[in-house]
C-alpha cells in the first residue's frame, strides 16, 4: 500500500506504486457517482500535463487519492504524487475507462 507522510507542516506526500491501483479501481468503481465530476477533469487535464506532472490537488480532484489512501487534506496546502511513470499511465487508463463507461450510462440512461 502506499505511504504516506508530510514534508513540511503543509505538504502531504503519496509514494504509490502499481500495486496501488486496484484499490484505486475498487473505489472508483464501488462510488462512481461520487467521483463522476472528479474522473471528468481528471481525464480532460491529466493529458495536458503529460500525465506524469497532473497536479490533483490544483484541480481539486484527490477525493478519490484521499478516500482510497485514508488520508485527509483538510490542513494541506499541496499534494505531490510519487510514482513511476508507469502507475500515472496506467491511472490515467483506469479513469480513461472509467469516464468512457460513465459517459455511455449516461447516454443511455438520457436516450432510455
Known sequence: MATIHTENERDL???????DLQAFIDEATHNLDDYIDEIAVIYDKMPKFDYIYFCFYAYSTYRLLESTLGFDTTDVGHI????????FYAFYGM??????GASARESKERGA
Open 80 to 87: 505531490r504524487v510519487v510514482a513511476p511513470d508507469e502507475f
Open 95 to 100: 479513469i480513461a475507462t472509467l469516464h468512457t
Open 13 to 19: 506526500v503519496v509514494e504509490a506504486d502499481l500495486s
